[in-house]
């Protein structure tokens, strides 16, 4: 396991999607290392005014569209990581994923759908061990938090543990387009509440087990209900856990109900500068004990992009094994998150 903050000499990483909100993230904190990435996409001009944004004009362009894959494979020809940043990879991830495995590249992405990151474990890990790769999708800033999170407070309490989990937004705005279209992508799958995991295997439906949640700083609970949050399906691969779910505000929930094509198309294309969050995680032991874990951020688009680019720079030093992995499985969870740090990404842990 490795979290090592610059990249070794001549390791070089490519980017799916820059030209995106998150995109333009991932190219400024690349050029922040002194990485200069391939920058991969279907168009060039807007390709280079991303990298001119970033203030690397000399990056390489390479064109490459979704529905080519031999022309994913070629752009990603001597890559040592790829990232993709897509919306709605439930429709659109696996042409990259599958090509960065087939090029022989480590992989990350920014996924947010329980299905599709469930479909890159079960369709991908093969071939990705194979190919002597390590894939590790999902990364955002409640992803990789919530994963960590579970693997270090469910060992603080007595197990089988049992673990819930939420995203908290403390400031008010709205999200970028590519984020309502993968709600829309996968409407009926968020709406629902996804997967939660209960004695060994996957189930849907049933109530969130814990329906509502104390925030930090709150004096009163808050309702949630149960949403799909990815956490679910990787918590179990590291953690001895009995039951994992994921909770949102059920506030939310009642905005999803009258979410449109027209409607997505009509919001703005960038988000809310400044998203404040909180990625809560409690964990409850068998014998009345329960643990608290919170990582808290100042901007939640931008933050998702430098998880992202922090997992890709440890992926290049090979040192995680082969085939798909769970954040915690690839990264030693204390040392990555102490890493965020320097980006007023804080975390911590407490008895409750």
Do not use: C
């Amino acid at each position: 396991m490795t979290t090592k903050n610059t990249i070794e000499s001549g390791k070089t990483i490519a980017v799916y999607g820059a030209t995106g909100v998150t995109g333009g993230h991932l190219v400024t904190e690349l050029r922040r290392r002194d990485i200069t990435p391939i920058l991969v996409g279907r168009n060039a001009e807007r390709l280079r005014a991303a990298a001119e944004a970033a203030g690397i004009p000399d990056a390489e362009i390479r064109l490459a569209d979704l529905d080519d894959p031999h022309a994913l494979i070629a752009a990603f020809d001597g890559a040592d990581a790829v990232i993709s940043s897509l919306p709605a990879y439930v429709t659109l991830g696996d042409a990259v994923l599958a090509a960065a495995i087939a090029a022989g590249a480590h992989y990350t992405d920014m996924a947010g759908e329980q299905v599709f990151i469930q479909r890159a474990f079960d369709k991908y890990a093969a071939a990705a061990e194979k190919a002597g790769v390590t894939v590790v999708p999902g990364i955002t800033n409640s992803n990789l938090p919530g994963d960590l999170l579970g693997h270090l407070t469910s060992r603080l309490v007595a197990g089988p543990a049992e673990i819930s989990m939420s995203l908290h937004n403390t400031s008010i705005g709205n999200g970028s387009k590519g984020s309502a279209r993968t709600l829309l992508a996968s409407l009926d799958w968020f709406a629902s509440g996804g997967w939660h995991y209960q004695d060994g295997e996957l189930r849907t439906g049933a109530a969130a087990r814990h329906g509502e949640m104390t925030f930090p700083g709150d004096a009163e609970p808050t309702p949630v209900s149960k949403f799909p949050q990815p956490p679910v399906l990787t918590i179990p691969r590291h953690s001895d856990v009995s039951y994992v779910e994921g909770v949102l505000e059920t506030a939310f929930h009642s905005q999803l109900g009258g979410m449109t094509a027209e409607i997505v198309e009509s919001l703005p294309e960038e988000p809310t500068p400044g998203l404040t969050y909180d990625l809560v995680v409690d964990a409850y032991g068998v014998h009345g004990d329960r643990v608290r874990g919170v990582v808290s951020g100042t901007d939640a688009y931008r933050d998702t992009a430098l998880m992202a680019v922090q997992a890709a720079v440890a992926l290049t030093a090979g040192t995680a094994e082969p085939g798909v992995l769970a954040p915690a499985e690839a990264f030693e969870p204390a040392e990555f998150l102490d890493a965020l740090a320097d980006f007023d990404i804080t975390w911590h842990i407490d008895k409750q």
